[in-house]
Structure formats: structure tokens, C-alpha cells
């Protein structure tokens, strides 16, 4: 009888180490987990710039598409606070907006995607050319008129 007791006491004590390594496991890779989490979000936090003053074209601009079409686009820059109180020269936003949508097609504008991959490009290119010593000038832009015909 001592032989079936021996196997029968090896494998309990061996699913029970087997259990506590496993809760172990999870308990240090969840504890992990939310750590690195919870870090990521605090260093995301502190470099998103404060919001500044907006800057507003007066005029919208009407812009040639593609096979006769054209594009009515009146907006705004969303300044950082970096950017100070003044609104900025927006003539370069003008040209890099014409520079953009000129030549697209009613159809590409006409998805919401397709608005959405045409504004994040001139928003990077704008952010780009509103960059002084490093510091970014623009943080968004904001469509007030978007109109095809």
C-alpha cells in the first residue's frame, strides 16, 4: 500500500507546485503589464502640447480638382501655446492647403478616409513648416468650409 500512496501523494504535490507557479506568473506579468502601461501614458501625457490661440483664414479658398471639379476649403490653425498669443502669418498654410488638394479627385474626397489620409498629410506638413527652433507651432487644423463640386 505505501507504493500507492507514494504515487498518489507525488502528483497532488506536483499540480499544486504546478498552480503556484502559474499564479506567480500571472500575478508578476499582469504587474508588468500595468506598470508599463501605466508609464507609457504619463510620458505621452507630458509631451502633448497645451492648446494656444487659433488662427483662422478669413477667406476660404476654392481649389482645382481633378476633371473640372473644385473644392471650397475655409480653416483653422489650432496653435501651441509655445506659439504665443499672436496669431500666425498663415500664407504658407494657404499654399501647402492649395498644394495639397490641388489635382485630387471629387471621389477621394468624397470617403471619409480619404478626407481623414488628406488632412493628416497637410497637418504634417504644415507642422513641419510651423516649426521654429524645435518647437512646434501647430498642433491641428480645423475645417471650417469642405465643399465639391
Same mark, same amino acid.
Given at each position: 500500500m505505501s507504493d500507492k500512496e507514494t504515487a498518489t501523494e507525488a502528483p497532488k504535490k506536483s499540480n499544486t507546485m504546478?498552480?503556484?507557479?502559474?499564479i506567480a506568473a500571472v500575478v508578476l506579468l499582469g504587474g508588468g503589464a500595468?506598470?508599463?502601461?501605466m508609464l507609457k501614458g504619463d510620458s505621452a501625457e /507630458? %509631451?502633448?502640447p497645451e492648446k494656444g490661440a487659433v488662427a483662422v483664414i478669413d477667406e476660404p479658398l476654392t481649389v482645382n480638382l481633378a476633371d473640372g471639379h473644385y473644392l471650397k476649403l475655409g480653416f483653422a490653425l489650432q496653435q501651441t501655446a509655445d506659439a504665443g498669443a499672436e496669431a500666425l502669418d498663415l500664407s504658407e498654410a494657404?499654399?501647402?492647403?492649395?498644394d495639397q488638394y490641388t489635382g485630387m479627385t471629387v471621389a477621394e474626397l468624397s470617403t471619409e478616409k480619404g478626407r481623414e489620409t /488628406? %488632412?493628416?498629410e497637410l497637418l504634417t506638413k504644415v507642422s513641419d513648416a510651423y516649426t521654429e527652433?524645435?518647437?512646434?507651432m501647430v498642433m491641428d487644423i480645423y475645417f471650417t468650409q469642405f465643399v465639391t463640386q
Open positions: 504546478l498552480l503556484i507557479i502559474v500595468g506598470a508599463f502601461f /507630458a %509631451k502633448a494657404l499654399n501647402l492647403a492649395i /488628406a %488632412k493628416e527652433d524645435g518647437k512646434k
